[in-house]
């Protein structure tokens, strides 16, 4: 079975998924998992280890010959140079977050790349698509990670940008099986990104520790934090430390990244900040991403079939 | 053009839409309009006037002879003789909300009337089918109106409950148009709750004031407030006064009702709050009821059209 949209055939991949470029876990490991499956993976840079991510570059072509981009987090990249080494290394596809549109897209078009602007809200949108991008990530508030303070529901953001914007938009907060694919193609999305779905999945670099915390948690077990700032504000597995920060605020969110390594390898879930989305209180068991791939798709379709039920 | 659900089924009704139970609002000017255009009106008991609630009960008698139901905010009521005055008038739909399912399922169902509660989580739609309640609301954060303060989204929340419940789920926070009810119906519900959308129509008893400030709200314009209470969290329409309450919070959350009156008829929305949904940010005009709810019926047929199309 395949699903073919305007994202599916800009981007030259089988299945319309892009995984998530979550910071330090966006590697070669997971993404080319992802890619393998037929979804399009993506190498993060929002750790800011930048050499390592060039290092995860090069690896992504040894363990693929699908496609797979590169995300561009602008706020946490200090060295403009990583824009170049995209481009020398031919990576044909990058999303940009985290900055203004302005700033890199007309450079990486000209570079022939293909290039999504993930937005927050409709003004980031219309500024993305004034920028000349190719395409959306429209990211609710219901997601994982980094997030804008005044956060908007996916139900509410992805029709609200897909009635506005001409180019194709893929849906991010709240997705991670063929109902909610359905739920975000009926807003219309042409795509769809996951987070915290391929994050726990068998192909995840993560300790288990926190997969197994994904697992158990509620659909209530996550917080947003930081929403008066200063700095990002994110959304993040509910711990004893994030619900401390929930209450107590923090006065630099920065600082709760320095043991990361820790949280995110080490497995010790109070030494920081997990960043996860509210569908943890979906998922209930660890599974390969092709597995989570074609069950998607698979679903995608039942749901059709039972939509069409009603008419 | 036709949708049959469980919902409609059971309700009598021809569209799968019913009325969220706004109080003060929800009385009979306006909720027999949306029975009178198919969908289901409630009236509200939330405002806590139980001698206009009654009136307004008597009224719908008059105004249609289409199914009506009425909504017990239990936490809200201080004479449970609503119950009975709600059997005696011969309602046959009630929903329930803001209190332990348990209270009153029993004597609903026992007088034969069809009951859905209200719920905010997993957890609470779990008690209420355990209730022997025939339906569920399940109310996403994004939704306006007194709220969990662990607010899930309804993109993560109605797929939870769908999954876990075998008695049919309304879908409410988020819905508007043929788009959201769409992707709700994805998500597994079968019919969806209006609760903006409905209060900014022409046929709606606010003052025009608020519908303008909806229509010229972005769909960052609401707040989230009082999560650490004490008293209900609440979503609203953002104003000088609820961007304070963000800022600062408030003692007394209920005092601030106080003068709403005012703020819902009077229009000064800096009088009060003015609980509103994100979905403010994508309603542009006041439309009639008919009009809405015929719209939305065509417009899900487009989508399903659509979607098929990408298979």
Same mark, same amino acid.
């Not at 995300?71 to 995209?86: E, L, S």
């Not at 359905?182 to 999945?201: D, Q």
């Given at each position: 079975?395949?699903?073919?949209?305007?994202?599916?055939?800009? =981007?030259?991949?089988?299945?319309?998924?892009?995984?998530?470029?979550?910071?330090?876990?966006?590697?070669?490991?997971?993404?080319?998992?992802?890619?393998?499956?037929?979804?399009?993976?993506?190498?993060?840079?929002?750790?800011?280890?930048?050499?390592?991510?060039?290092?995860?570059?090069?690896?992504?072509?040894?363990?693929?010959? &699908?496609? *797979?981009?590169?995300?561009?987090?602008?706020?946490?990249?200090?060295?403009?140079?990583?824009?170049?080494?995209?481009?020398?290394?031919?990576?044909?596809?990058?999303?940009?977050?985290?900055?203004?549109?302005? &700033?890199?897209?007309?450079?990486? &078009?000209?570079?022939?790349?293909?290039? *999504?602007?993930?937005?927050?809200?409709?003004?980031?949108?219309?500024?993305?698509?004034?920028?000349?991008?190719?395409?959306?990530?429209?990211?609710?508030?219901?997601?994982?990670?980094?997030?804008?303070?005044?956060?908007?529901?996916?139900?509410?953001?992805?029709?609200?940008?897909?009635?506005?914007?001409?180019?194709?938009?893929?849906?991010?907060?709240?997705?991670?099986? $063929?109902?909610?694919?359905?739920?975000?193609?009926? =807003?219309?999305?042409?795509?769809?990104?996951?987070?915290?779905?391929?994050?726990?999945?068998?192909?995840?670099?993560?300790?288990?520790?926190?997969?197994?915390?994904?697992? &158990?948690?509620?659909?209530?077990?996550?917080?947003?934090?930081?929403?008066?700032?200063?700095?990002?504000?994110?959304?993040?597995?509910?711990?004893?430390?994030?619900?401390?920060?929930?209450?107590?605020?923090?006065?630099?969110? *920065?600082?709760?990244?320095?043991?990361?390594?820790?949280?995110?390898? $080490?497995?010790?879930?109070?030494?920081?900040?997990?960043?996860?989305?509210?569908?943890?209180?979906?998922?209930?068991?660890?599974?390969?991403?092709?597995?989570?791939?074609?069950?998607?798709?698979?679903? *995608?379709?039942?749901?059709?079939?039972?939509?069409?039920?009603?008419?």
């Amino acid at each position: 079975m395949a699903i073919r949209t305007r994202v599916t055939d800009m =981007l030259g991949i089988e299945k319309p998924i892009i995984q998530a470029a979550m910071g330090w876990i966006a590697r070669s490991q997971l993404s080319s998992a992802v890619s393998n499956a037929g979804g399009m993976g993506i190498i993060e840079t929002s750790s800011g280890e930048l050499d390592a991510v060039k290092d995860e570059i090069v690896k992504m072509r040894q363990l693929t010959d &699908k496609p *797979f981009g590169v995300n561009v987090a602008q706020a946490f990249i200090r060295d403009p140079g990583i824009i170049q080494f995209v481009i020398d290394q031919g990576v044909k596809f990058v999303t940009t977050s985290a900055g203004d549109p302005m &700033k890199y897209t007309a450079t990486l &078009k000209g570079a022939g790349l293909t290039v *999504f602007h993930v937005v927050p809200n409709l003004a980031g949108a219309l500024r993305a698509v004034e920028a000349g991008v190719d395409g959306l990530i429209v990211e609710g508030g219901e997601g994982g990670g980094f997030k804008n303070p005044k956060d908007v529901a996916s139900m509410v953001l992805v029709p609200l940008v897909c009635e506005r914007v001409n180019i194709p938009v893929v849906a991010a907060g709240g997705i991670m099986d $063929g109902r909610t694919m359905a739920a975000a193609f009926a =807003l219309g999305a042409e795509g769809v990104l996951m987070g915290t779905r391929i994050l726990s999945s068998t192909e995840s670099p993560v300790h288990p520790n926190w997969k197994a915390a994904i697992i &158990k948690a509620e659909a209530t077990d996550t917080v947003f934090l930081n929403r008066k700032g200063p700095g990002p504000a994110l959304r993040a597995l509910r711990t004893e430390r994030t619900t401390r920060l929930e209450t107590e605020g923090s006065p630099n969110i *920065f600082g709760e990244f320095a043991r990361t390594q820790e949280v995110y390898f $080490g497995g010790d879930l109070e030494a920081g900040i997990a960043l996860t989305g509210q569908v943890a209180g979906r998922i209930t068991e660890e599974k390969p991403v092709r597995q989570i791939f074609d069950e998607t798709l698979s679903e *995608f379709q039942q749901v059709l079939m039972r939509m069409q039920s009603f008419t």
